[in-house]
Each structure stands twice: as structure tokens, then as C-alpha cells.
């Protein structure tokens, strides 16, 4: 309702409907702006991986040559080094910048789900259902993003101990252990801290969800 404006008449018709589609609108843009630059961050992991596996498939050929430069394979295992410990800080930063926002799009899809899904039950309006499959899509969009980021260090992981790193010198093979070490234990996008942000999470928020709805619909009859 907008003050002053009567909707039962025709002009307060069209100029409610048109400030509730100015008020959609905007609010698909934030929520659409805000789930791309998310994905924009996070996806950029997808992209170093590659150029990281690039690298490391650079050393491999440099060890299966005849005449091995162990001057070009040193630079080469100190760049791979490099380039990890920078992929480490960077999903360290963004756990510690964006676990908050996280949790609080978590929190809101928890609430918009479980609404929309009471509101659907009590006036089986069909806005309801379209809002829920919203909620939940968004639920597990950001659910994935964390499952990507966890497919990426696995495959760093793997890449590392694909190489043939036994054929390097003592010390490289030190230095490329440490790094592998690291890759098994890599960071991972984090609910607040919580828990993680995965696909696990997401089962677990719709058991919770669905168990709130049937014991509030148990409770209502």
C-alpha cells in the first residue's frame, strides 16, 4: 500500500503495481549484483589453477629432458612455491572477508524459505513457491561456490603428486613437499566460521528447514 494511493480505484491500481515492479526490479539487481561478485571472487581460483597446473606441467618437461638445466628447474620449483603460498593468502583472505556475508545469506535464505513455504501452506498463494525456489536456488548457488573452490585444491593436491617430483634433487623435493603438505590442508570458504560452506551444508539447512515446517503444520492443526 502507498499512502494516499487507493488501489481499488484504476489509477492507484497501476501506480501501486508500478512501484511494487520498481521495487522487484531493484531488488533483483542488488541480489544479482551481490551474487556475481561473489561468484566473479571466488571463481577466480578456477583460473589460477589452471595457470598453477600449466606451470607444474612446465617442470615435468623440464625434467624429462636429457640435457636437465638445473638452474631453469630451480627458478621453475621456486615460482610453483611463490604462486602456491599467494593462492593460500588469497582464500585466506577471502574466508576472513566473506564469512559474515556468508552466514548472513545463510541466515536470510533460512528465513525466506521457511516463510514463503508458511505463507505458501496458509493461502496457498503461488508467489510463495516461486519466492521459496528462489531462496533455495540461492541457498545452494553460494553452496557450490564453496564446493568449487574444494574441487580446485584437490586438484592442486593431485597435480602436485602427479609430477615427477622423485626425479628432482633432494632439496627441490623438499621444497615441493612443503607445498603438497599445504594443498591437503587448504582453506576452505567457512559459514561464519560455522561450518563449511558445501553441499553437506546445504542437505543439513533443508533437514532443518523441512523439520520446522512439519512441526509448525503439526502444531497449526
Known amino acids: 500500500m502507498i499512502p494516499g494511493c487507493d488501489p ?18 531493484v531488488a533483483l539487481n542488488g541480489l544479482i549484483a551481490a551474487d556475481v561478485i561473489c561468484m566473479l571472487i571466488i571463481l577466480h581460483i578456477v583460473g589460477v589453477t589452471d595457470v598453477f597446473k600449466n606451470q607444474l606441467k612446465s617442470l615435468d618437461d623440464l625434467i624429462d629432458r636429457e640435457d636437465k638445466d638445473e638452474e631453469k628447474i630451480h627458478v621453475n620449483v621456486l615460482g610453483i612455491c611463490l604462486m602456491h603460498e599467494e593462492i593460500i593468502e588469497y582464500e585466506e583472505e577471502l574466508d576472513k572477508s566473506y564469512k559474515t556475508v556468508v552466514l548472513f545469506q545463510i541466515i536470510t535464505s533460512i528465513l525466506e524459505i521457511s516463510t514463503s513455504l508458511f505463507i505458501l501452506y496458509m493461502t496457498g498463494h503461488i508467489t510463495a513457491l516461486f519466492l521459496a525456489i528462489s531462496a533455495v536456488w540461492q541457498l545452494l548457488e553460494f553452496c557450490l561456490l564453496g564446493v568449487t573452490l574444494t574441487i580446485k585444491n584437490e586438484e592442486i593436491a593431485r597435480a602436485l603428486y602427479d609430477i615427477k617430483w622423485y626425479e628432482l634433487s633432494s632439496k627441490h623435493q623438499r621444497m615441493l613437499g612443503f607445498v603438497l603438505h599445504n594443498a591437503q590442508n587448504a582453506v576452505q570458504i567457512t559459514v561464519g566460521g560455522l561450518a563449511l560452506l558445501n553441499l553437506e551444508t546445504f542437505v543439513e539447512v533443508m533437514k532443518r528447514i523441512y523439520s520446522y515446517c512439519a512441526m509448525l503444520i503439526q502444531f497449526l492443526k
Open 8 to 25: 481499488e480505484t484504476l489509477t492507484g491500481f497501476l501506480i501501486t503495481n508500478a512501484f511494487h515492479c520498481l521495487v522487484v526490479y
